[in-house]
């Protein structure tokens, strides 16, 4: 007891490797039988300097690309409150990662680390956790590559998360977000790039007031929205972002009337920049005194919208001084009250293509024929679409089951799927 080691590194060191995930180790005797991989092992405990441990501190090494899931698992579970996590490596992981119940954490990436699934697409597992709500479909659990719950005052920055972008099989809605929290009042999501992901970039829900989401690049979602930090969470603000290409809404002011506090209220959003989403901002269901100011919408079917929902409506909403550029229509307003849209400069233009909804996006490519792709609704014959800034020429579709296309009766929630023919193969 008490013994105290100095330890080169966490692997044995050959060559021209670089000696990480060492440090000062000190014995108790009573912890002999405890080994979790990160801080203590076998009764050696790691002296934990400044709060923080890193990736390193868990057998991660950069260039590695084995699958280093088991040791994030590690390194997650030896959080205790107040710690900052290091990421100093491109993790590859096959799973999504759970955090709960740890007040005022960091996780930040240094030097370009974060967690890489892309890889892992045809062997991702899906880990869930029944706290979380997971829409009307019947999931219980977290879909995000990383999710908290109960973390008050949470901060994630610096990170590259590159998801799977798959939706969860047996649902419509439901894929791998970026970062997904729930209850968390008072987080902040900035400066991290977030790309491929089935569900939503960053999403933010039920109690997680004032929480904050800033200067982060999302890019590339298939079934949701780039970023949605407003579901019943009030007072909630995004700012700095950049959105490409989401399926659904680059920003999304969402409300849950099932749910508690379904009139969220005090929500902002601001010098943002979307390009290619089916609408670059909406806000659907009951939000009250939200203000959506000086953000840049381009290449989108609609600029802006207001949605209300069955027994809920929005209310005193202002879209205000915005840049509308080259979208099919510009602001709309739909069982609402008391909305502004003043100032905004808007160009509308009507594509030469044909805008799909993300029901119409790809959800598998076909093994022998280049030419043809499989979705969830029809696209007519004769039609032009884009896909990835590719244009093509729709020649046929038919229908085809479920158990034909995926080996399984139901997928997605669905027992029919289309098949899309083109002219030309697709790139």
């Known amino acids: 007891d008490g013994d105290r080691v100095l330890l080169k590194s966490y692997h044995e060191v050959t060559g021209a490797d670089i000696p990480v995930g060492g440090g000062e180790f000190y014995y108790v005797s009573s912890l002999a039988g405890v080994n979790n991989g990160v801080t203590i092992f076998n009764g050696w405990c790691r002296k934990i300097n400044n709060n923080t441990l890193t990736d390193y501190d868990a057998g991660c090494r950069k260039g590695d690309t084995s699958d280093a899931s088991s040791r994030l698992v590690n390194l997650f579970s030896a959080i205790t409150d107040g710690m900052v996590v290091e990421l100093h490596c491109l993790n590859y992981a096959s799973r999504n990662f759970v955090i709960k119940n740890r007040p005022n954490i960091r996780i930040k990436g240094v030097g370009g680390g974060g967690i890489y699934c892309w890889w892992a697409r045809d062997s991702y597992t899906w880990y869930f956790d029944s706290d979380f709500e997971a829409g009307n479909d019947g999931l219980s659990g977290s879909l995000g590559i990383l999710s908290f719950y109960n973390c008050p005052d949470f901060e994630v920055d610096h990170l590259k998360i590159t998801g799977v972008q798959l939706v969860h099989p ?47 690049a999302v890019s590339h979602v298939h079934r949701q929205s780039g970023i949605n930090i407003w579901a019943n969470s009030n007072n909630c603000q995004a700012w700095g972002n950049i959105v490409f290409d989401a399926g659904l809404y680059g920003i999304e002011f969402e409300t849950f009337s099932s749910h508690a506090n ?70 709309t307003a739909n069982n609402c009250r008391n909305v502004l849209y003043d100032g905004n400069t808007v160009d509308y233009s009507e594509p030469d293509y044909l805008i799909t909804d993300q029901y119409q996006a790809p959800v598998k490519l076909d093994a022998t024929n280049p030419n043809v792709f499989y979705c969830t609704l029809p696209i007519a014959a004769g039609k032009i679409i884009k896909i990835a800034d590719s244009v093509y020429t729709v020649a046929s579709y038919s229908s085809i089951s479920a158990q034909d296309l995926f080996g399984s009766a139901t997928y997605y929630k669905l027992s029919t799927f289309y098949k899309i023919t083109l002219t030309t193969p697709i790139q």
């Open 170 to 216: 047996l649902s419509n809605e439901w894929g791998d977000c970026g970062i997904r929290y729930e209850n968390c009042p008072g987080a902040k999501i900035h400066t991290n790039t977030l790309k491929h992901f089935g569900g939503w970039g960053v999403f933010g829900a039920f109690g997680s007031d004032d929480s904050k989401c800033y200067f982060n």
């Open 262 to 331: 379904p009139n969220i209220t005090g929500g902002k959003a601001f010098d943002n920049t979307i390009a290619q989403a089916k609408i670059g901002m909406c806000v659907v269901g009951a939000m009250s005194d939200g203000l959506l100011y000086n953000n840049t919408v381009s290449r989108c079917v609609g600029a802006a919208a207001t949605i209300g929902v069955k027994y809920a409506y929005s209310t005193r909403i202002d879209v205000l001084r915005n840049t509308f550029k080259s979208s099919w229509y510009g602001m």
